[in-house]
């Protein structure tokens, strides 16, 4: 029986098995971006959706997730300065990445395969010749500036084979709005004389 997922953590999903796929990290948010881009244009569903920028090609919603989960704290960016959005995306230490690729392989591995294809093409291009080759791409001549080149799935779920409770499971680790809510209370009670202890529980709550 399959399960469902929100389009939101499917791309959230996505995004951590393509970082995953660098033992050191992605460096430059313009690499992300076009591995992201060619690991996605042929298949289904499809997480995101893709203009053509003077950047050449570039989803928004991958830099508002990628944004989110910095900000929660799933992945890790250092800034480091110079063309092409210098920049080092990782994953967070806490983060088992054998277990997120297992995952995302079974849920998705027509995703999974196209990501490590891409990554091998152009994951470890050197970054001018990359640049060359994204801003060659044929398809930046047929479409205009401002213009999609291809569109995510619009279903806001996703279905995959996971089980209910691993889809489950994945949605809650992949929440950052929930994540950012656990790591400032864990903050306070760090930096408080809080006593967890005296905090009342609703019995129907046990």
């Given at each position: ?27 430059s948010s313009f690499r992300l971006q076009k591995v992201l ?79 490590c294809a891409s990554v091998k093409e152009y994951g470890f ?53 929930l994540l950012s809510v656990l790591k400032r209370f864990t ?20």
């Amino acid at each position: 029986m399959s399960a469902k997922m929100s389009k939101e953590t499917f791309q959230r999903f996505t995004l951590l098995y393509l970082i995953g796929q660098f033992p050191e990290g992605i460096y430059s948010s313009f690499r992300l971006q076009k591995v992201l881009y060619y690991a996605t244009c042929d298949v289904d569903p499809k997480p995101f959706t893709f203009h053509h920028t003077r950047f050449g090609q570039y989803s928004y919603e991958a830099g508002v997730q990628l944004t989110l989960m910095l900000e929660s704290g799933i992945i890790q960016c250092q800034n480091l300065g110079g063309e092409h959005s210098g920049a080092h995306w990782r994953l967070d230490n806490l983060l088992d990445c054998r277990s997120i690729k297992r995952a995302y392989k079974k849920a998705f591995p027509q995703q999974a395969e196209a990501i490590c294809a891409s990554v091998k093409e152009y994951g470890f291009m050197r970054q001018r010749a990359l640049d060359d080759r994204a801003h060659a791409d044929p398809i930046l001549v047929k479409v205009p500036r401002d213009q999609v080149l291809h569109e995510e799935t619009p279903a806001e779920t996703i279905e995959s084979p996971l089980s209910e409770d691993q889809s489950e499971d994945i949605e809650l680790a992949l929440t950052p709005r929930l994540l950012s809510v656990l790591k400032r209370f864990t903050e306070v009670m760090e930096n408080t004389d809080f006593d967890d202890s005296k905090v009342r529980v609703v019995d129907s709550l046990v």
